[in-house]
């Protein structure tokens, strides 16, 4: 191989690096260089160097230790949660039936919208008078608060994220899936292998690769959850669905306290880091 042909593929790569490197590493580099000042009126250039006491104001801080308790929760639950839901769709619109094609276009209705748009219309149905609720009258079941009692709110949250996000995984888990080669499933076949052998020895082992990007990416998405809380809750009722982002949001941007705010940051994209790092080991193979 030449040394053109080696540099080639970088080449192609340029862009997006450059773009990831301008609006994503640099960011995060300003982000942990604000965690580290705090706002001085005494100060001419408007903020000192405090070093760490900003990650020890956050850690005395209730608000910011019950943001990370949600933020834990409403991950440890809706992860798993939106994988196995991704994987049973993709499984039900892999199947070579009539009319697939419009059932797999009105799955996808919740992603072909922006997120803050499918958020409103999720508020919209879960409201008092809303869709979900005449549901649950016209079957002779209650009403129920959704969004606006804390003993449902983050529950109604991560049904709304599992109701626009499991779409969108589901694309990719179906495209792993017709990667896969159908002579495994008819050699499997001849062997008298029925419907669940075939899945859990040929399916899911050839997904594994499609399965790993899936989980990492699900869960960014979810530790970086903003829009549905920031236009349903505002955190609330009572904490109950305030996640580490949108704390860090409050911080900054209600109530001015960048370095704060930054400190936060920092602490999520830490501990992203080491959930995805046992992820990659958990989904490692040969």
């Not at 104001?57 to 910011?64: G, R, V």
């Not at 219309?121 to 606006?148: E, K, T, W």
């Not at 990416?217 to 904490?239: C, H, K, Q, R, W």
Request: one cysteine or more; charged letters at 10%; hydrophobic letters at 55%.
């Amino acid at each position: 191989m030449t040394r053109q042909e080696r540099w080639t593929p970088y080449f192609f790569l340029a862009p997006a690096l450059l773009l990831i490197i301008a609006f994503r590493f640099l960011p995060a580099l300003a982000g942990i260089r604000e965690s580290l000042f705090g706002v001085s009126f005494l100060s001419d250039a408007g903020k000192v160097f405090i070093g760490l006491d900003n990650f020890k104001t956050i850690f005395s801080d209730k608000t910011f230790i019950q943001s990370i308790r949600v933020t834990v929760l409403f991950n440890l639950i809706v992860n798993p949660l939106q994988i196995l839901i991704a994987l049973g769709l993709a499984v039900l619109v892999n199947q070579n039936v009539r009319g697939i094609g419009f059932f797999r276009s009105i799955l996808l209705l919740p992603v072909a919208v922006s997120l803050a748009i499918s958020s409103i219309i999720g508020g919209m149905a879960m409201d008092q008078s809303g869709l979900l609720n005449g549901i649950l009258v016209s079957v002779g079941l209650p009403q129920q608060s959704f969004i606006l009692s804390s003993r449902t709110a983050l529950a109604s949250i991560i049904g709304l994220s599992s109701w626009i996000g499991c779409p969108f995984w589901m694309l990719f888990l179906l495209a792993g899936m017709q990667n896969i080669s159908n002579d495994f499933y008819e050699s499997a076949s001849i062997d008298g292998a029925n419907a669940w052998v075939k899945f859990n020895h040929i399916t899911l082992p050839l997904l594994r690769r499609s399965m790993a990007f899936v989980l990492v990416s699900d869960t960014v998405a979810n530790f970086l959850l903003f829009i549905p809380i920031f236009i349903l809750t505002s955190g609330g009722p009572e904490l109950s669905t305030s996640t580490v982002m949108y704390e860090a949001y409050r911080r900054g941007l209600v109530y001015g306290d960048i370095g704060a705010s930054s400190a936060m940051v920092f602490v999520l994209l830490l501990f992203i880091i080491i959930v995805i790092a046992i992820e990659f080991y958990l989904t490692r193979s040969d």
